[in-house]
């Protein structure tokens, strides 16, 4: 992995390959995470150039340690005061379908103060013939979110002059999970709203930040749909799917993974996706060992209800981080009362009905299986 620069008007480039991918990630004991291994560059350049920019007030708030409270019971919720991104955040665009096109005329990425790009991600191609030689639609512009969630939350734009909607594409999905994989930290997680499920901006964008808490969904037993393309199903609340790959599938499950999120968009369904470092996939708990392992990336796609015009919820939105576990609070006295039935109750009413969700996952599982 290399960073580069050409001149003072162009941003900085990371230059990756698959041996850039860490490996050997392991969780350490206790619900804090911490490094297992020193930090890559790809995570120096994002934490660096993140609270650079944090220094220089490009962001709307200031954001500083997060008062923090893991709620009580087998969840595991991670709840966080957010109070300033309730407030400050950008409003939301008026989405009416999920697959709505792209309006130059509204706040897109191309609209942003330059100052606010981290770096561009460029992935070479291995085995070319000339130094430097890339993938066409190569370039993924990472930027900061002046609405942060969390430390080094950044977002991740697919060749931005483009102007794709946000609906999810394999190359989107594939450098996603990569990210992931890039970095030795395993609190970096990577997310995705489609339209109708909470995406502010109809321009296609990640979201990517650092947790510094264990989630469960890291670890949580899961049942086989369709194996050998990576393809599960979850065994309690949210109901969802789940995909898990290692370095060397990558591209093979991210294009499974575009199959499924490509049949939700073409029946209309409101979806959340969230990549995190997780141990591979069981129908049981894992051993100590294997519960600590963070060698590869879980993928969690959870389809659901649409939110167009809904009424937003006081305590927070449901949303790709809420459904992993991780409850940014827009007040104080939800954070400090809310209990873990109050939440399961609020994320139960944003998904699919019950036999709804059962009929749709025989309809992956067939569609997979079929391709």
């Known amino acids: 992995m290399s960073k580069q620069k050409a001149d003072a008007t162009m941003p900085l480039q990371l230059v990756y390959s698959n041996q850039d991918f860490v490996a050997d990630v392991h969780r350490s004991n206790g619900s804090r995470l911490g490094f297992a291994s020193p930090a890559t560059l790809f995570d120096t350049t994002i934490r660096a150039g993140w609270t650079d920019r944090m220094n220089r007030g490009l962001?709307?708030?200031?954001?500083?340690?997060?008062?923090?409270?893991?709620?009580?019971?087998?969840?595991?919720?991670?709840?966080?005061l957010n109070i300033q991104?309730?407030?400050?955040r950008r409003k939301p665009q008026e989405i009416l379908s999920i697959q709505q096109e792209f309006n130059g005329k509204q706040f897109n990425f191309n609209k942003i103060n330059p100052e606010e790009v981290l770096f561009e991600m460029i992935k070479g191609v291995e085995g070319g013939n000339e130094k430097g030689q890339l993938h066409e639609l190569?370039?993924?512009?990472?930027?900061?979110?002046?609405?942060?969630?969390?430390?080094?939350?950044?977002?991740?734009?697919?060749?931005?002059?483009?102007c794709f909607p946000q609906v999810m594409t394999s190359f989107a999905i594939r450098v996603g999970i990569e990210s992931v994989l890039l970095s030795s930290d395993p609190?970096?997680?990577?997310?995705?709203?489609?339209?109708?499920?909470?995406?502010?901006?109809?321009h296609l964008h990640l979201h990517g930040y650092y947790l510094d808490h264990e989630l469960k969904i890291e670890s949580m037993p899961v049942k086989p749909l369709v194996p050998?393309?990576?393809f599960y199903g979850s065994l309690d609340v949210p109901a969802g799917f789940l995909f898990y790959t290692e370095s060397e599938s990558v591209e093979k499950v991210a294009e499974a993974i575009c199959q499924v999120t490509?049949?939700?968009?073409?029946?209309?369904?409101?979806?959340?996706?969230?990549?995190?470092?997780?141990?591979?996939?069981?129908?049981?708990?894992?051993n100590e060992k294997g519960h600590r392992s963070r060698n590869g990336v879980r993928i969690a796609v959870w389809p659901r209800a649409s939110s167009f015009g809904a009424k937003e919820e006081s305590a927070f939105n449901v949303a790709l981080?809420?459904?992993?576990?991780?409850?940014?609070?827009?007040?104080?006295?939800?954070?400090?009362?809310?209990?873990?039935?109050?939440?399961?109750?609020i994320i139960q009413r944003y998904l699919l009905p019950d036999p709804q969700f059962h009929t749709l996952e025989q309809q992956l599982?067939?569609?997979l299986m079929d391709l």
């Open 321 to 345: 981080c809420e459904l992993a576990g991780h409850l940014p609070f827009k007040n104080k006295q939800d954070y400090e009362l809310i209990c873990e039935k109050d939440v399961t109750d």
């Open 187 to 202: 609190g970096f997680r990577v997310g995705f709203n489609s339209l109708g499920a909470f995406a502010s901006v109809n």
């Open 365 to 367: 599982t067939r569609h």
């Open 59 to 80: 962001f709307r708030y200031h954001l500083g340690d997060l008062q923090t409270r893991i709620l009580p019971g087998p969840s595991g919720y991670v709840a966080q």
């Open 228 to 230: 050998e393309r990576g």
């Open 85 to 88: 991104r309730g407030v400050e």
């Open 262 to 286: 490509d049949f939700l968009v073409d029946g209309n369904i409101a979806h959340n996706l969230f990549m995190t470092r997780g141990c591979p996939p069981c129908d049981r708990t894992p």
């Open 138 to 162: 190569c370039r993924m512009v990472v930027l900061v979110n002046v609405s942060p969630l969390e430390f080094g939350h950044c977002l991740f734009v697919p060749e931005p002059s483009r």
